[in-house]
């Protein structure tokens, strides 16, 4: 049985080791998608986003009615996965903390010089997607980072694209961490909202400073999540509706 934190880059380990090893070797199809979930103990969705990743990284093609079958592996695509199946682990994410305000303060002021109205409309649909989310069951991190691939698809820049969707699995296991952190995801779509609104401007300097404001922000709710969570369990979950409205009647 496969530990409860990080998941699906659990899975991606165990896949990668039988590559690595010669347990499964290029042409030969991986076991399917439910003898992975029963064999390991996780869900069908942590098995299908290990599968998604190690297809981007193309030690993988998924095939319709054939399955899962191994490549032969380049050195690349080795070193990039065992990159992705370690860096999602909490001990890893301060690095990507950092990176990421290296990252996307950048990519937010060239949105903002280059972002048409098809980049805002992609903005908008994820923020309004972030908003549902709130208001129903409070599993945001998904449309979060569809907001920050869209800023990255504003750009026009294809590596600044492939950059963040290389980052993007062991990011989806922050933000689903800090999400579940009392107002952050919330906190998030504010941010979010000005981060747009600069965009939208044209103006790379206000982009710049909302977006480095946005990181200051995560950076703080990371620190919570970490001080709720620092064995990496999914010991703390998102808040209810009912709870938020709860927690908001106190607050104020």
Not at 61 to 81: C, H, Y
Not at 237 to 242: A, H, I, K, V, W
Request: glycine share 4%; hydrophobic share 40%.
């Amino acid at each position: 049985m496969i530990k409860r934190q990080t998941l699906t880059s659990q899975v991606i380990e165990n896949i990668l080791g039988r590559i690595k090893s010669g347990a499964i070797k290029p042409g030969e199809r991986l076991p399917t998608e439910k003898q992975l979930t029963e064999s390991l103990g996780v869900s069908r969705t942590c098995v299908r986003e290990a599968m998604k990743s190690l297809e981007s990284l193309r030690l993988i093609s998924v095939r319709p009615k054939v399955g899962a079958v191994v490549l032969e592996p380049s050195p690349t695509a080795l070193i990039s996965a065992e990159h992705l199946s370690t860096a999602a682990h909490l001990e890893q994410q301060d690095v990507l903390m950092e990176f990421r305000v290296i990252l996307e303060v950048g990519l937010a002021s060239l949105a903002a010089q280059k972002a048409t109205e098809e980049d805002l409309a992609m903005m908008r649909e994820a923020m309004q997607a972030h908003k549902r989310a709130l208001e129903s069951d409070g599993i945001a991190h998904h449309a979060d980072i569809a907001f920050h691939k869209a800023i990255a698809q504003a750009t026009k820049n294809p590596i600044a694209v492939m950059v963040l969707e290389m980052i993007s699995e062991p990011l989806s296991e922050q933000r689903r961490l800090m999400n579940a952190v009392p107002n952050a995801a919330r906190d998030g779509l504010r941010d979010h909202g000005r981060i747009y609104k600069a965009i939208r401007d044209n103006n790379p300097e206000k982009a710049r400073a909302v977006m480095r404001a946005h990181m200051k922000t995560a950076e703080r709710y990371w620190r919570l999540a970490q001080a709720a969570n620092p064995a990496g369990k999914m010991a703390i979950r998102p808040q209810l509706p009912s709870e938020r409205q709860q927690s908001s009647k106190r607050n104020n």
